[in-house]
């Protein structure tokens, strides 16, 4: 592909620091990146789905980058069409985050209308996508942010909106179906999620901690609730059904700055601090 602009992740951040050496391997200097959106420039012998000259968008599934760069190689199951309309930065803004949020909150939350969930991490790249997803599959969406991003969870859809600084989120009117957890604090969520949760609750989490791995294991042998830790997996269907619901405006990718392809360094510092709203895009070709 011919990558035309990138979107970025704070998994680009783990795989640069080295965090994720257990799984990257330890041979420095890697390539980061795994959104994009371009150009088909050319294909595999074995390729029959894809031509050169198809705008496409795309998640590298493996931890090993190369997003971030003029061209870069996808499978052809991890990439789909950027639909009619959509800008190629809008598209680099969709995949790791909305189908981490579309695979939590459908696939391992069971996520069904009329069911409450609690999105604790809202503003981000993965919470944002997850209000308006939840919103999407009929949910009532309580999103716990910032102070300072309240009112944004507000504008994308959350029925409740509430401040890990000033409000307490585990003190429901009613328990939650879901608890999905995008934020990788070290707070004990799950253990403070579990009195709220209803009692066949699910709690899904994005960034576990060692102890949180523990519980994952222990909620085998008990009935409910269950913990569940995914890595998200690129599938052209949901990429598919994720464009589809851009061009029918159920879903707006947020992108809250775009860089120019010299300031990926600046970009990087800016997804290092947690505290990004939305998705941050780096321009690569016009
Ligand atoms: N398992 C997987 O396959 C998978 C896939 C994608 C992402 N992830 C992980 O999921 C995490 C979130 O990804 P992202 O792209 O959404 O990151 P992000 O864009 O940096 O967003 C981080 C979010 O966390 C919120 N936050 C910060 N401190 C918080 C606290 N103390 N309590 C509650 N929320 C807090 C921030 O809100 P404020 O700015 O309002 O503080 C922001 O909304 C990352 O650690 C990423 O590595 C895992």
Request: hydrophobic residues 40%; proline residues 6%; glycine residues 8%.
């Amino acid at each position: 592909m011919q990558v035309h602009a990138h979107g970025l992740n704070p998994k680009d951040y783990s795989i640069r620091s080295g965090h994720l050496q257990w799984i990257t391997g330890k041979r420095f200097p890697m390539q980061i990146g795994s959104d994009a959106a371009g150009v088909v420039e050319a294909v595999g012998e074995k390729v029959t789905h894809w031509k050169p000259g198809d705008r496409v968008f795309g998640y590298l599934n493996l931890y090993h980058g190369g997003a971030a760069s003029e061209f870069c190689r996808f499978s052809e199951k991890a990439i789909a069409r950027i639909p009619e309309g959509v800008d190629y930065v809008t598209a680099a803004a969709i995949p790791c985050a909305n189908l981490t949020a579309l695979q939590a909150l459908r696939d391992w939350g069971r996520l069904k209308a009329q069911q409450r969930v609690l999105l604790i991490g809202a503003s981000g790249g993965v919470g944002s996508a997850a209000i308006q997803i939840a919103k999407v599959l009929g949910a009532h969406v309580t999103a716990v942010s910032s102070s300072a991003n309240v009112d944004y969870c507000y504008s994308l859809g959350a029925d409740v909106a509430l401040s890990y600084q000033t409000d307490n989120p585990y003190a429901p009117d009613l328990p939650y179906d879901l608890v999905l957890q995008v934020h990788g604090g070290r707070q004990p969520f799950y253990e403070r999620s579990r009195p709220v949760l209803k009692r066949r609750g699910r709690f899904v989490m994005l960034v576990p901690s060692p102890k949180a791995l523990a519980n994952i294991v222990l909620s085998r042998l008990l009935p409910w609730p269950r913990y569940y830790f995914f890595p998200v997996r690129a599938r052209t269907r949901d990429l598919a059904l994720l464009g589809q619901w851009v061009t029918e405006g159920k879903l707006v990718p947020q992108v809250s700055k775009v860089y120019p392809y010299d300031q990926l360094v600046e970009a990087h510092r800016q997804i290092d601090s947690a505290h990004t709203r939305g998705k941050l895009v780096l321009r690569v070709a016009d």
